[in-house]
């Protein structure tokens, strides 16, 4: 069974840096995208990044470039999302998703239709 346990998110004034964790088991990570999605309060959840874990490729969304840097740890079965430069619309719950779909290409790979494993989420709240 695949379990994608997510850490890392707090509050913080805007500016400041968050870096968040996910932490895999129960699948072959090399062979997986993973990718980080958040949902703002009332709104839809959203693709931010994601990465082939085994090529190292990634893709970002447009509110996340720049300013995000999404990594792995491919020993310790892990990605990892440096959040730097936050801005209260950053607030949301982020999750982590796995999946075996797509290759963390292009925008699309950030389609939430491609991921079939989730994370339960981690809270960032990002005052001005």
């Known amino acids: 069974e695949v379990q994608l346990v997510e850490s890392g998110g707090g509050s913080v004034q805007a500016g400041r840096s968050l870096r968040l964790s996910c932490a895999a088991s129960?699948?072959?990570?090399?062979?997986?995208?993973i990718a980080w999605f958040r949902q703002a309060p009332g709104k839809e959840r959203e693709g931010v990044s994601c990465?082939?874990?085994?090529?190292?490729?990634?893709v970002y969304a447009d509110s996340a470039k720049g300013r995000f840097i999404v990594s792995s740890d491919n020993a310790e079965n892990t990605v990892y999302l440096q959040m730097n430069s936050l801005k209260p619309e950053d607030t949301g719950v982020y999750f982590c998703?796995?999946?075996?779909?797509?290759?963390?290409?292009?925008?699309?790979?950030?389609?939430?239709?491609?991921?079939?494993?989730w994370g339960q989420g981690t809270q960032v709240t990002v005052s001005s």
């Open positions: 990465i082939k874990t085994f090529l190292g490729n990634t």
């Open positions: 998703a796995a999946s075996l779909l797509g290759g963390c290409n292009y925008d699309t790979d950030l389609g939430e239709d491609l991921y079939h494993s």
């Open positions: 129960g699948l072959a990570f090399d062979e997986y995208v």
